[in-house]
T-cell receptor, first 116, second 114 residues
Framework: GAGVSQSPSNKVTEKGKDVELRCDPISGHTALYWYRQRLGQGLEFLIYFQGNSAPDKSGLPSDRFSAERTGESVSTLTIQRTQQEDSAVYLC??????????????FGPGTRLTVT | GNSVTQMEGPVTLSEEAFLTINCTYTATGYPSLFWYVQYPGEGLQLLLKATKADDKGSNKGFEATYRKETTSFHLEKGSVQVSDSAVYFCALRGGSGNTGKLIFGQGTTLQVKP
Protein backbone atom coordinates (compact mmCIF):
# COMPACT_ATOMS: atom_id res chain seq x y z
CA GLY A 1 0.00 0.00 0.00
CA ALA A 2 0.97 3.65 -0.29
CA GLY A 3 3.31 4.98 2.33
CA VAL A 4 3.89 8.49 3.56
CA SER A 5 4.72 10.84 0.72
CA GLN A 6 6.34 14.24 0.81
CA SER A 7 6.81 16.95 -1.75
CA PRO A 8 8.92 18.40 -3.09
CA SER A 9 11.77 15.96 -2.62
CA ASN A 10 14.27 18.78 -3.00
CA LYS A 11 13.86 22.52 -2.58
CA VAL A 12 16.48 25.19 -3.07
CA THR A 13 15.46 28.66 -2.00
CA GLU A 14 17.07 32.00 -1.41
CA LYS A 15 17.48 33.38 2.06
CA GLY A 16 14.46 35.42 3.04
CA LYS A 17 11.96 33.56 0.88
CA ASP A 18 9.04 31.57 2.24
CA VAL A 19 8.71 27.83 1.57
CA GLU A 20 5.93 25.28 1.95
CA LEU A 21 6.58 21.60 2.46
CA ARG A 22 3.82 19.06 2.03
CA CYS A 23 3.15 15.72 3.70
CA ASP A 24 0.56 13.13 2.68
CA PRO A 25 0.21 10.59 5.47
CA ILE A 26 -0.90 7.00 5.14
CA SER A 27 -4.66 6.93 4.64
CA GLY A 28 -6.50 6.56 7.94
CA HIS A 29 -3.56 7.61 10.09
CA THR A 30 -4.79 10.21 12.53
CA ALA A 31 -1.45 11.15 14.06
CA LEU A 32 1.15 13.10 12.09
CA TYR A 33 4.60 14.31 13.10
CA TRP A 34 7.17 16.63 11.57
CA TYR A 35 10.88 16.22 12.30
CA ARG A 36 13.99 17.98 11.06
CA GLN A 37 17.37 16.39 10.38
CA ARG A 38 20.26 18.80 10.05
CA LEU A 39 23.50 17.59 8.53
CA GLY A 40 25.35 15.20 10.83
CA GLN A 41 22.70 15.38 13.52
CA GLY A 42 19.82 13.31 14.72
CA LEU A 43 16.21 14.06 14.04
CA GLU A 44 14.59 16.87 15.98
CA PHE A 45 10.87 16.82 16.70
CA LEU A 46 8.99 19.85 15.43
CA ILE A 47 5.23 19.37 15.81
CA TYR A 48 2.59 16.69 16.41
CA PHE A 49 -0.95 16.60 15.03
CA GLN A 50 -3.78 14.47 16.29
CA GLY A 51 -6.48 14.90 13.69
CA ASN A 52 -6.36 18.54 12.65
CA SER A 53 -5.24 19.79 16.06
CA ALA A 54 -1.65 20.29 17.18
CA PRO A 55 -1.44 19.52 20.89
CA ASP A 56 2.36 19.64 20.83
CA LYS A 57 4.18 22.41 18.96
CA SER A 58 7.07 22.47 21.38
CA GLY A 59 9.72 21.67 18.77
CA LEU A 60 9.06 24.54 16.40
CA PRO A 61 12.32 26.53 16.57
CA SER A 62 10.89 30.01 16.00
CA ASP A 63 7.74 31.85 15.02
CA ARG A 64 8.90 31.67 11.41
CA PHE A 65 7.80 28.05 11.45
CA SER A 66 4.15 27.04 11.29
CA ALA A 67 2.17 24.01 10.24
CA GLU A 68 -1.38 23.08 9.58
CA ARG A 69 -3.33 19.97 8.79
CA THR A 70 -6.65 19.72 7.04
CA GLY A 71 -9.19 16.96 6.61
CA GLU A 72 -7.19 14.82 9.00
CA SER A 73 -4.96 14.22 6.01
CA VAL A 74 -2.49 16.50 4.27
CA SER A 75 -0.17 18.67 6.34
CA THR A 76 1.84 21.67 5.26
CA LEU A 77 4.91 22.98 7.06
CA THR A 78 5.62 26.61 6.24
CA ILE A 79 8.89 28.39 6.90
CA GLN A 80 8.80 32.14 6.49
CA ARG A 81 11.82 34.34 5.76
CA THR A 82 14.10 31.31 5.46
CA GLN A 83 17.57 31.43 6.96
CA GLN A 84 20.62 29.33 6.11
CA GLU A 85 20.31 27.45 9.40
CA ASP A 86 16.93 26.16 8.17
CA SER A 87 18.76 23.98 5.64
CA ALA A 88 17.92 20.40 6.58
CA VAL A 89 15.93 17.34 5.60
CA TYR A 90 12.36 17.70 6.83
CA LEU A 91 10.72 14.38 7.59
CA CYS A 92 7.08 13.61 8.12
CA UNK A 93 5.75 10.55 9.90
CA UNK A 94 2.27 9.23 10.50
CA UNK A 95 0.80 6.67 12.84
CA UNK A 96 -2.49 4.93 13.14
CA UNK A 97 -4.21 6.34 16.14
CA UNK A 98 -4.62 7.39 19.68
CA UNK A 99 -3.14 7.03 22.25
CA UNK A 100 -0.02 7.87 20.26
CA UNK A 101 2.36 5.80 22.34
CA UNK A 102 0.87 2.55 21.11
CA UNK A 103 1.40 3.00 17.38
CA UNK A 104 4.46 2.79 15.17
CA UNK A 105 5.43 5.86 13.20
CA UNK A 106 6.00 5.44 9.47
CA PHE A 107 8.33 7.94 7.88
CA GLY A 108 8.23 9.61 4.52
CA PRO A 109 11.29 10.06 2.30
CA GLY A 110 11.79 13.66 3.39
CA THR A 111 12.20 17.02 1.73
CA ARG A 112 15.76 18.30 1.44
CA LEU A 113 15.69 22.07 1.90
CA THR A 114 18.71 24.13 0.96
CA VAL A 115 18.73 27.84 1.73
CA THR A 116 21.33 29.77 -0.25
CA GLY B 1 14.35 16.71 29.60
CA ASN B 2 14.55 13.38 27.84
CA SER B 3 17.60 12.72 25.71
CA VAL B 4 19.49 9.99 23.85
CA THR B 5 23.23 9.68 23.41
CA GLN B 6 24.80 7.21 21.01
CA MET B 7 28.36 6.47 20.09
CA GLU B 8 29.88 8.62 17.43
CA GLY B 9 30.76 7.16 14.11
CA PRO B 10 31.64 6.34 11.57
CA VAL B 11 32.10 2.71 12.47
CA THR B 12 33.98 0.69 9.89
CA LEU B 13 33.96 -3.11 10.10
CA SER B 14 34.88 -6.03 7.92
CA GLU B 15 32.17 -8.41 6.82
CA GLU B 16 31.28 -11.02 9.47
CA ALA B 17 32.65 -8.88 12.30
CA PHE B 18 30.72 -8.34 15.54
CA LEU B 19 28.89 -5.03 15.85
CA THR B 20 28.05 -2.99 18.92
CA ILE B 21 26.62 0.52 18.78
CA ASN B 22 26.20 2.01 22.21
CA CYS B 23 23.12 3.98 23.19
CA THR B 24 22.26 5.49 26.55
CA TYR B 25 19.25 7.55 27.49
CA THR B 26 17.94 9.99 30.07
CA ALA B 27 14.23 9.95 30.73
CA THR B 28 11.65 10.24 33.44
CA GLY B 29 9.02 7.58 33.66
CA TYR B 30 9.12 4.46 31.53
CA PRO B 31 9.95 5.20 27.92
CA SER B 32 9.89 2.80 25.00
CA LEU B 33 13.20 2.44 23.14
CA PHE B 34 13.83 2.05 19.43
CA TRP B 35 16.49 1.55 16.83
CA TYR B 36 15.81 3.05 13.41
CA VAL B 37 17.89 2.48 10.29
CA GLN B 38 18.39 4.69 7.25
CA TYR B 39 19.87 2.85 4.27
CA PRO B 40 21.54 4.93 1.56
CA GLY B 41 18.92 6.68 -0.53
CA GLU B 42 16.03 5.33 1.52
CA GLY B 43 13.72 6.61 4.21
CA LEU B 44 13.96 5.99 7.92
CA GLN B 45 12.56 2.65 9.02
CA LEU B 46 12.04 0.92 12.32
CA LEU B 47 14.60 -1.82 12.99
CA LEU B 48 13.56 -3.01 16.46
CA LYS B 49 11.98 -1.84 19.67
CA ALA B 50 11.52 -2.67 23.35
CA THR B 51 8.76 -1.28 25.51
CA LYS B 52 9.78 -2.22 29.05
CA ALA B 53 12.81 -3.04 31.14
CA ASP B 54 14.61 -6.31 30.28
CA ASP B 55 12.73 -6.65 26.98
CA LYS B 56 14.89 -7.68 24.04
CA GLY B 57 14.06 -6.37 20.60
CA SER B 58 15.33 -8.27 17.60
CA ASN B 59 15.11 -8.14 13.83
CA LYS B 60 17.31 -9.12 10.86
CA GLY B 61 19.93 -10.54 13.22
CA PHE B 62 20.15 -7.32 15.24
CA GLU B 63 19.36 -7.31 18.95
CA ALA B 64 19.09 -4.76 21.73
CA THR B 65 18.10 -5.21 25.38
CA TYR B 66 16.36 -2.51 27.43
CA ARG B 67 18.55 -2.09 30.53
CA LYS B 68 16.91 0.24 33.01
CA GLU B 69 19.69 -0.11 35.60
CA THR B 70 22.26 1.23 33.16
CA THR B 71 19.79 3.30 31.08
CA SER B 72 21.13 1.66 27.95
CA PHE B 73 19.86 0.06 24.74
CA HIS B 74 22.97 -1.07 22.88
CA LEU B 75 22.56 -2.48 19.36
CA GLU B 76 24.41 -5.69 18.54
CA LYS B 77 24.81 -8.04 15.62
CA GLY B 78 26.96 -11.13 15.60
CA SER B 79 28.05 -11.04 11.96
CA VAL B 80 27.56 -7.95 9.85
CA GLN B 81 27.13 -7.92 6.10
CA VAL B 82 27.94 -5.29 3.51
CA SER B 83 24.19 -4.74 3.15
CA ASP B 84 24.05 -3.53 6.78
CA SER B 85 25.91 -0.37 5.82
CA ALA B 86 23.59 2.42 6.88
CA VAL B 87 23.00 5.10 9.49
CA TYR B 88 21.53 3.80 12.76
CA PHE B 89 19.53 5.96 15.14
CA CYS B 90 18.63 5.16 18.72
CA ALA B 91 15.41 6.79 19.92
CA LEU B 92 13.01 6.90 22.83
CA ARG B 93 9.35 7.70 23.14
CA GLY B 94 7.13 8.31 26.14
CA GLY B 95 8.45 8.64 29.65
CA SER B 96 7.08 11.87 31.05
CA GLY B 97 5.63 12.98 27.72
CA ASN B 98 2.76 11.26 25.98
CA THR B 99 2.40 12.82 22.55
CA GLY B 100 4.29 9.95 20.99
CA LYS B 101 7.10 12.14 19.71
CA LEU B 102 10.39 10.36 19.21
CA ILE B 103 13.62 11.71 20.65
CA PHE B 104 16.61 10.62 18.60
CA GLY B 105 20.31 10.26 19.12
CA GLN B 106 22.63 11.83 16.60
CA GLY B 107 23.01 8.69 14.49
CA THR B 108 25.92 6.34 13.89
CA THR B 109 27.14 5.59 10.39
CA LEU B 110 28.15 1.97 9.85
CA GLN B 111 30.27 0.99 6.88
CA VAL B 112 30.91 -2.70 6.30
CA LYS B 113 33.69 -3.64 3.91
CA PRO B 114 33.86 -6.93 2.04
Amino acid sequence: GAGVSQSPSNKVTEKGKDVELRCDPISGHTALYWYRQRLGQGLEFLIYFQGNSAPDKSGLPSDRFSAERTGESVSTLTIQRTQQEDSAVYLCASSLGFPPLQYEQYFGPGTRLTVT
Amino acid sequence: GNSVTQMEGPVTLSEEAFLTINCTYTATGYPSLFWYVQYPGEGLQLLLKATKADDKGSNKGFEATYRKETTSFHLEKGSVQVSDSAVYFCALRGGSGNTGKLIFGQGTTLQVKP
